[in-house]
């Protein structure tokens, strides 16, 4: 009788635990279905790369520039084809694989000035082919870069004489030959005649033969002089500085100035120094010489320019171990990220204003005529071939395509540059930044 009492009063114990604990779990700290816990909000460069503050030349100048290289990549394809043409059609399954996400023909009539769109008077097929003007851009272009291989041997010494063991991979000078200003068969024409300078260790190393102390000059140090010289400013002061030139818009938080001034003074080991002159005891000094590493890098380039991902290919051979799309951020007077043209390309910013280049090279004079093909517009009797394709793809109606016109207009254009101009010397904070030069 005892036992049946307490099995009973265990029962009515346990189901009483049972009700309370459900309603711990029902309406509890710990049930996500009713209540969410605060999360800390996440601090990553990714993060700080949406949110920074944008300069919105510099993002249409990339994306106009993703025009252009479009663009060139369809000259590529075409000039291998035999006769110097190619069918609309053969573009059209070609376009994926340089990046051209919208239709062929919509494409082409975009830029009358750059491709002419015909029909074939024996195949009887919508073809395409470079005009005379872009081919003759081309052309000059190709002259200019072979003209000036002094100046490519110049850049590549210097490349050498940045790396840590005074030898650079092929393959990474492959990717970025465009922004060096080498022509494509470089290895072959330039290479042989300058052994003296350079040398191939083996089929995917270059090496520097000696040391050259005349080019052993960052490009910092020479602005570094002329601050000196002429504005007359303390050796203190511009021992160590670089250019600041913050983007329009820039939120000025409190100890942002004291910590830019600190910085500004820090001494460093400079790109074309050894390690031991000045040994590193800190991040900071370490994060500093990164810094002109990078700013020398970015001078070599022929349009002050280079996408983030090739910068991968330097990071060893450079001694630039650090995670470099957080340490761009951490400087954006310096570096600036755009994310516009389909490619995080890092631009040097003392070198632009009014998104052209302060110092212009031929070589960027003959792509800037290029990119003015591109902004140059379009008329509607220019792009009324373009409808042949989309007859002979069936990819849309002739109507639809003889409709679509592209409205760029070169005077707006330059008038919204001139607005922005304005509105950039009146609203910059420029008040209490060393060696800020508005240029």
């Known amino acids: 009788m005892a036992s049946t009492i307490f099995s009973a009063r265990s029962l009515h114990a346990c189901s009483l635990r049972l009700h309370v604990m459900s309603e711990v779990f029902l309406y509890g700290p710990f049930n996500c279905s009713i ?25 249409k100048l990339m994306i106009q520039l993703r025009n252009l290289r479009l663009a060139l990549a369809l000259h590529e394809l075409i000039s291998q084809q035999r006769n110097g043409y190619a069918s609309l059609q053969l573009l059209s399954k070609c376009r994926h694989e340089i990046g051209l996400n919208i239709e062929i023909g919509a494409f082409l009539k975009k830029y009358p000035h750059i491709f002419e769109i015909y029909m074939h008077p024996v195949k ?5 082919k470079v005009t005379q003007k872009m081919a003759d851009l081309i052309a000059e272009e190709d002259a200019v ?3 000036n291989e002094n100046g490519i041997v110049h850049r590549l010494k210097k490349l050498h004489m940045l790396s840590k063991n005074r030898t650079l991979n092929m ?5 970025i030959r465009r922004e060096l200003g080498l022509p494509d068969d470089y ?37 570094r002089e002329k601050e000196y010289t002429e504005k007359w400013l303390a050796e203190s002061e511009t021992k160590y500085a670089f250019p600041i030139n913050l983007p329009t818009g820039f939120k000025i938080e409190k100890g942002f100035r004291e910590k830019l001034k600190n910085w500004q003074r820090l001494p460093y080991t400079k790109p074309y120094e050894k390690d031991g002159l000045h ?18 890098l970015l001078s070599l380039t022929v ?7 090739r910068l991968s290919h330097f990071r060893r051979v450079f001694s630039m171990e650090v995670n470099l799309r957080e340490l761009l951020l951490k400087h954006p007077g310096i570096f600036y990220i755009s994310t516009k043209g389909s490619t995080q390309t890092v631009l040097l910013r003392d070198s632009y204003h009014k998104g052209c280049l302060i110092e212009p090279n031929p070589v960027y004079d003959v792509r800037r005529k290029m990119l003015d093909l591109i902004l140059s517009g379009c008329n509607v009797g220019e792009t009324e071939n373009a409808i042949w394709f989309d007859e002979d793809c069936g990819q849309g109606s002739s109507q ?21 101009s304005e509105s950039y010397e009146k609203n910059h904070c420029t008040a209490g930044f060393p060696f800020y030069d508005p240029k």
């Open 35 to 59: 209540q969410r816990r605060w999360k800390k909000p996440v601090d990553s460069a990714r993060t700080r790369l949406e949110g920074r503050t944008r300069d919105h030349r510099l993002d």
């Open 124 to 128: 009887k097929k919508p073809c395409c």
């Open 279 to 296: 040994p590193i005891h800190n991040v900071e000094r370490l994060e500093k010489r990164i810094v002109g590493i990078l700013h020398e």
């Open 187 to 223: 290895r072959s024409s330039i290479l042989p005649k300058h052994q003296h300078y350079l040398s191939l260790e083996s089929p995917d190393t270059l090496a520097l033969v000696s040391w050259d102390e005349e080019l052993a000059v960052a490009k910092i140090e020479e602005w």
């Open 145 to 147: 870069i072979r003209d």
């Open 171 to 175: 393959h990474a000078l492959w990717l």
């Open 303 to 309: 349009e002050k320019m280079i996408p983030l991902e």
């Open 400 to 420: 639809e395509v003889q409709n679509e016109t592209c409205h760029v207009d070169t005077t707006t254009y330059k008038q919204e540059l001139e607005t922005e």
